[in-house]
């Protein structure tokens, strides 16, 4: 069973900070990996991409604020948000990127799990 699972989200004041896991079960290691967002009544965007070789992209939003990173196994992908503000509010998950199992057999990602809930309010 190959998955990915979302955690970490909380209710947090603004300014707060938090850091998201995207943990996987069934992968042997993740070359890549989006994190997303969708707040109430709007659409699914991307906040971060991290690549294969760990390059790093960020919407314009969350720069200088957010950090996504991989675990030294290459099986968890994290996203450390600092100076949260409302508008960070949303469900959070992980998605779009691109995994190998044991036999170094290459996948794309593109399944979308449950989410975990950010919410930034004092």
């Known amino acids: 069973q190959v998955d990915l699972v979302e955690s970490g989200g909380a209710l947090v004041q603004p300014g707060g900070s938090l850091r998201l896991s995207c943990i996987s079960t069934g992968m042997s290691r993740i070359h890549s990996m989006g994190w997303y967002r969708q707040a109430p009544g709007k659409e699914r965007d991307l906040v971060a991409f991290i690549d294969n070789g760990g390059v790093t992209n960020y919407a314009d939003s969350v720069k200088g604020r957010f950090t996504i990173s991989k675990d030294n196994a290459q099986t968890t992908v994290y996203l450390q948000m600092s100076s949260l503000k409302p508008e960070d509010t949303a469900v959070y998950y992980c998605?779009?990127?691109?995994?190998?199992?044991?036999?170094?057999?290459?996948?794309?990602?593109?399944?979308w799990g449950q989410g975990t809930q950010v919410t930034v309010s004092s």
């Open positions: 998605n779009g990127g691109t995994w190998e199992d044991e036999r170094g057999v290459q996948y794309r990602y593109n399944y």
